[in-house]
């Protein structure tokens, strides 16, 4: 399985901080970004954003990322702190 | 050494720390960030801050990894609080000692710029007219690049 997490303005639009997904259905990062929109058509327009980040076990990836079962991945906004 | 917590922390301690039995230590540059009142015309009351945990600390040893590459750093302390913060309170803490003053200075201030674009931390800002999470700014990713 891959972890998936969503963070701050994201996680409240979506309603969902954390879920699960095959690693059959996500073998990319691009892959499971169509799956999530896929199973989650609401989601796509937050999803779609072109400025959302998205790290695999916590480094910053582009979007063609290879993934592996027990990944964990997560999309986040641009970051604010500081 | 990263700290990421709820509760405020103490600049003269840091301070000590930071050239406690260090003779060698000609400078020390800390920064220290606050909640301020006033964002982008907007009052503010307090902030709500966010981030990912893990990854946080990951991306601040790589931060300060690439700072010591860079420039001859002693000792170095990262704070940064998180949860429900207000007017006045500390949010962030930055602090670098070092043999001569311009390695401290630019140490200090490449930090606190990459911090601001790659540690994964969001500001979510309370005002009257209820709660916003924070746009990420031009003029923070400008400040990084310069250092590229």
Not at chain 1, 4 to 30: I, K, N, P, Y
Request: contains cysteine; proline residues 2%.
């Amino acid at each position: 399985m891959i972890k998936v997490l969503f963070f701050a303005q994201l996680r409240e639009q979506l309603q969902c901080a954390e879920l699960s997904v095959a690693e059959s259905d996500a073998q990319t990062l691009a892959q499971l970004h169509e799956y999530l929109t896929g199973q989650h058509p609401l989601w796509a327009e937050f999803l779609n954003n072109e400025k959302l980040l998205m790290a695999v076990n916590q480094t910053i990836v582009k979007v063609s990322q290879v993934l592996q079962s027990g990944d964990e991945v997560a999309f986040f906004p641009p970051v604010t702190g500081g | 050494m990263i700290s990421i917590q709820q509760n405020d922390f103490n600049v003269g301690d840091e301070y000590a720390a930071l050239v406690a039995n260090d003779t060698a230590a000609g400078a020390v540059v800390t920064f220290v960030g606050r909640v301020r009142d006033l964002n982008l015309a907007r009052e503010v009351q307090g902030l709500q801050l966010e981030h990912y945990p893990g990854m946080t600390e990951k991306s601040l040893q790589e931060i300060v990894a690439q700072a010591q590459s860079r420039w001859k750093i002693l000792r170095w302390r990262i704070i940064h609080r998180i949860g429900n913060l207000y007017l006045g309170d500390n949010i962030v803490f930055v602090g670098v000692s070092s043999a001569h003053r311009e390695d401290a200075f630019h140490s200090a201030e490449f930090l606190m710029d990459y911090l601001k674009t790659r540690a994964p931390f969001w500001k979510k800002e309370l005002t009257a007219d209820g709660s916003v999470w924070l746009d990420s700014q031009e003029k923070d990713q400008q400040a990084m690049q310069r250092w590229e």
